[in-house]
């Protein structure tokens, strides 16, 4: 039984706390939160578990065995230090960290203290990702040519991120998980309009091989955008998130190149064929990962989305800030 | 009554040649390309014009007092520079030439000779740019955030030039038009996959007043998209011209900001109120450019989609390409 | 303080008694359910309620104003008639009963004894159809033609009624309520596939002045789909109940007859304009609708929604059973 | 080489000359048409074709080997019968006839002077149609439940014929083929409101074996829908003309029963798997049309849209009429 401490019951954390008690071999022993509201809240929804606004309960308790920080980010370094040092494993909000600085001091403790990191890219387990990984692993897909995100709305303003940190993030740790290769370069571009943070940002991934992936990024959309283009030489991926059923569709698409003897120019021909929509799993993709953290726990199983890939998705965001404010490319 | 002659015959030319003859102040005379394929449909859909490969027929006819120049971009310099010496008004193609610097010496000599040059930026006259600059115009939207473009479809491939030039001088004249603001800098990312062209390309223009434009271009979509969000203070507008009624929606959405005394954060809020699809006009847009084109030259009166027009939208690409290349932001 | 007894704690109930509560002048201070899972959930979600399995010590209890019935149609009339006969008032979900004779004795009852009953005719309540309402009541939709309900989606199929009185009661409470006019005759046709009721069928009802109305409702249609065409003399309505935003969409699109003097045919011509989508509240029906029920209790206001109101529908659902079965129209 | 004399060049008779000419094997030699302007247009876009306002011109001719009659419905019986009598082949616009029993007079002519007579059920040769008529065919979609069409826009009125056979052909001669059975009654119902023919209508199809198909014709609709259904046992098919691409979906879903030993009630559960969007040939569907006859009247062979499909589909357009006047069944 892998017992826990969750630290953060605002908007996330109960979704946190929902799914580790669905777990049969996870259970939440004491929740913590600075607001007298959201522990009221708390301690309604879990009668039978601790609530507290002292963290040091819970980083001090031998009845813990993991914390699960559902902070905002700028807490993240000091919690999840504490946590670690305290010998805790660690499941804790994307983005990891504010700096990937911070990220690498947390993977190094974390490995010398043999503990377990898991940063909470939930996207990697819905049904879609997983579909999606599955068909670019088992060649279906053919070689990615380029990865296209568009993710805008209305909205949210967060007062301590821009809409790169707050947005990106999703769409960093899919391409991260699903191209399985490093970047060479960002380039990123955006705008603050309402305050001063970016409100509407772009950033293009440059891979080997001539990979490219570029986000979109905005909160000032009147309509909500959550579609993805992957262009690969096999077949065409379109993957549209807001779609009830058929969220993703194959299309037997693509362009034929025949290098003709004698002739300068290769002939470029079409193909367009039968259109396909698998079926993908609906299990809450939150609750598949939490399975996952304690099976990795358990058995020291070394998870995907571990401190490494939190590390990462920082680091690119960190690199396309940077883009954004020299207006040139930034090498990794 | 406006006299031409039309310099090629391809995909495009038969439509010009029509829009010409629809009007009626204006008429073909004469049309002329370099293969015998196409003159064989010319004088087959125009028995009473002239048919010819000869250009020079054209240039020195004292019948012709207007040159539509209908051949790729690479012919365009020479063609239109002999046109306008022999004294002849030009409409002319997009991209209007190669490089800045040629279409910066047409437009010099159409000066000194006072002709006339229009360039086909044809989306201009369609009925939703036209309702979108009538909105933004007539201060409806109220002030611009950010102009956001998608032109993504599966081929052609051109064998001259790369995606940017192929699709993107639509959105580019489209922007320099609705906007009407000059471009601080340009910002282009793209990836060539199948020869050595880019066939997937974004670029950002960053515009005085935190305006913000971004085109997205890609030969290598499965799926076929023409979309553009126009974010502004008092509407926001979303232009779909795949749809084929309600191409242009506008949302009553947006955000307020109150400044609030003695409070650091300013109070974010949303507004979400109807949605208004407008009638849009559905004449042909090539024959209200056609009929303007013939005003334009008649009356003397500047047309706006003029040299400068044809020079802003290639200082544009020339500009993009070189960003791509160096992958640093180009000033203008 | 107006206090409930609900009835019924399956799939309904847990929403009727939230929404209940909800109301600052309205409690549940009873429920009662055969089933001992259901008495479990409910008492696990409502620690501060009453929960038993014997229904007599609702209708007994003097702290009990007014009963919920949410449970299956055929054991309405009993329940419903030993509420009001022990001076309760009635909240029951639709359909009212199971034949039109039930549901006139009911009304009597209540009548006699001075107490409301409301149907749940929850769609009632819904933004999009108060908007509907309200348009066709001011008069912007112009003069009815008529109104075409489709609501298809694959099962879920009910053991003890087949797809009319499953589906067709939501259309025929909205289609009652936005005509507000008394049907003249009905005429339906049908199919049972899967076991021996029909899970495929279509009702037209025809109206006084050639309005009519036609109802579509499926169990075995792959997709699912909720919307309804309303063509009236100046606006045509589209109500999709699907769209996130938008549900509804107000067409500027008509037809004008002109008779011309001397000619035999009248000129028919088209009108095409704008498209508007009102913003729809987005209030949950039920809470509103349950404010109504205390509002009409307290001031002894008739709701819209009353016994009447239940016993159309359960007429109009009688007599397309009968026109289904002998194939021709069954008069009102 | 098949010669034709075509009657009628209004507005569908221009694409049937075009149709003609682009066969190899048939060609038009005389186009008659009453109207001068008509007679015009047809010279001007077809050089080396007689034109003639006389149609005895086109009987006589020995050079004549077939008649397309592309003329309104009213004319076609006099105008067939003439031209089965002068020994010529038939294509004919559909609806074939005004009433079964001039359909049945035209096939019996036919069949005593040995001539091919083909109804121009364009629709039956769109790549869209004949993938489903495959689908069905090679048991894919396996027994059907329901076919449910809904053909509904805004306009056009036709002086002659009501919305029934104005827009109900297409989908007659589509049921009567892909479901390749014969009907035993038909309930319709509808109702007139600009003028004195229905211009909203409905009609449900009673088949053997339980079948049944449903088919909704609306000239007062908003919006333009061409979209049916098609319940299986084994898939369920969505086809949506309006649709660029895709315009079939294959869903497999549907519902699977369990009979229980020693339980009252079957167990119903449902399937949901993939959805897969077959390629759909884009050919022109008349030319393929057109080249079936050329091949039909050649061979001898009896096309499937012969006078009896044509008979068939008058007939119920015929009994649907009855039907919706009378209010009840009309049995075949």
Redesign the interface.
């Known amino acids: 039984m892998l017992r826990f401490g969750v630290i953060g019951y605002g908007y996330w954390g109960p979704n946190i706390v929902r799914n580790i008690q669905s777990q049969t071999a996870a259970k939440v022993v004491a929740i913590c939160d600075k607001s007298e509201k959201n522990l009221k809240r708390a301690a309604g929804a879990n009668p039978s578990v601790r609530v507290t606004s002292d963290v040091t309960e819970l980083l001090n308790s031998t009845e813990i065995d993991a914390i699960a920080v559902v902070t905002p980010v700028w807490t993240h370094y000091d919690l999840a230090k504490s946590a670690l040092e305290h010998g805790k494993h660690l499941f804790i909000e994307k983005p990891f960290t504010s700096t990937s600085a911070q990220a690498q001091e947390l993977i190094e403790i974390a490995a010398r203290k043999n503990l377990t990191i898991m940063v909470d890219h939930t996207f990697l387990f819905t049904g879609a990702v997983r579909k999606i990984k599955q068909l670019v692993d088992d060649g279906t897909l053919g070689k990615i040519?380029?990865y296209?995100s568009?993710r805008?709305n209305?909205?949210l303003?967060q007062?301590d991120v821009n809409v790169l940190w707050d947005l990106a993030p999703h769409d960093l740790s899919i391409i991260d998980h699903v191209l399985n290769m490093k970047p060479e370069?960002v380039?990123a571009?955006?705008?603050?309009?309402?305050?001063n943070m970016a409100d509407?940002a772009?950033l293009?991934l440059?891979y080997p091989e001539?990979?490219?992936a570029?986000v979109?990024v905005?909160?000032?959309?009147?309509?909500?955008v959550r579609s993805t283009?992957i262009?690969c030489e096999k077949q065409?991926?379109?993957w549209n998130d807001?779609e009830?059923?058929?969220k993703i569709r194959l299309?037997?698409?693509?362009?034929n190149?025949t290098a003709q003897e004698g002739v300068y120019?290769?002939l470029?021909s079409?193909r367009?064929?039968?259109?396909?929509?698998?079926?993908v799993e609906a299990t809450e993709a939150l609750k598949v990962e939490m399975a996952y953290f304690v099976e990795c726990v358990t058995t020291g199983k070394k998870p995907f989305n571990d401190g490494e890939s939190g590390y990462r998705v920082v680091r690119m965001l960190e690199a396309a800030e940077e883009s954004l404010a020299q207006?040139?490319?930034i090498r990794f």
């Open positions: 040519y380029y296209d568009t805008v209305l909205g303003f007062h370069a380039v571009t955006g705008q603050a309009h309402i305050n509407v772009y293009t440059y001539k990979v490219i570029h979109s905005n909160w000032l959309s009147p309509v909500k283009l262009g065409m991926l379109v807001l009830a059923d058929e299309y037997d698409r693509g362009v190149i120019e290769a470029v079409y367009s064929g039968d259109m396909w929509a698998p079926k207006r040139q490319e």
